[in-house]
T-cell receptor
């Protein structure tokens, strides 16, 4: 069975600092990987996705993520955090193909940004 | 363009009561999904509908039923609510299975069962 682990429940950074959110997955085949962001009281918005090809993917709002097959990781990064990035972030894995929308989510990482 | 709309946004039930969560999308998507979100557990798939006229169980289907009323609408029903069903419920849709289209989520329905 597929699974996703986000080791950090809560991360606090200062505005302008760099950010890395960790995501490890367990999956038996080539995974489809996603990062979503959820602002308080809102639904989830897709930040970026990896299906194949270049292992470094760019997303919206200046985020990027790197797929490392050898480490089963898909960590999210941003070089300089803005106060508006404060939210909860979810990593998810799927099988693609006919199961595209059937995602397994991690537990989420809450990001707090200090001014 | 409203995207994915869920109603109601908030609901309080007593144990044993029934209710239906409504979801509608205006993006002409074929596939629709119901997830629940609980603290520390991320989102878990309850049921999904790959296309109009089909529904399938997800990871946590017990205690729920669904209806794909037409291409736009996908409802989730709790026949006899239990406190364990207190959660935030999200409806989502995407273009079609087999595509790489992203999932679009509604804003959620917060349900409390007393």
């Amino acid at each position: 069975a597929q699974s996703v682990t986000q080791p950090d429940i809560h991360i606090t950074v200062s505005e302008g600092a760099s950010l890395e959110l960790r995501c490890n997955y367990s999956y038996g085949a080539t995974p489809y990987l996603f990062w979503y962001v959820q602002s308080p009281g809102q639904g989830l918005q897709l930040l970026l996705k990896y299906f194949s090809g270049d292992t470094l993917v760019q997303g919206i709002k200046g985020f990027e993520a790197e797929f490392k097959r050898s480490q089963s990781s898909f960590n999210l990064r941003k070089p300089s955090v803005h106060w508006s990035d404060a939210a909860e972030y979810f990593c998810a894995v799927g099988r693609g193909g006919t199961s595209y929308g059937k995602l397994t989510f991690g537990q989420g990482t809450i990001l707090t940004v200090h001014p | 363009n409203a995207g994915v709309t869920q109603t109601p946004k908030f609901q309080v039930l007593k144990t044993g009561q029934s209710m239906t969560l409504q979801c509608a999308q205006d993006m002409n998507h074929n596939s629709m999904y119901w997830y629940r979100q609980d603290p520390g557990m991320g989102l878990r798939l309850i049921y999904y509908s790959a296309s109009e006229g089909t529904t399938d169980k997800g990871e946590v289907p017990n205690g729920y039923n669904v209806s794909r009323l037409n291409k736009r609408e996908f409802s989730l029903r709790l026949e006899s609510a239990a406190p364990s069903q207190t959660s935030v419920y999200f409806c989502a849709s995407n273009y079609r299975q087999g595509s790489t289209g992203e999932l679009f989520f509604g804003e959620g329905s917060r349900l409390t069962v007393l």
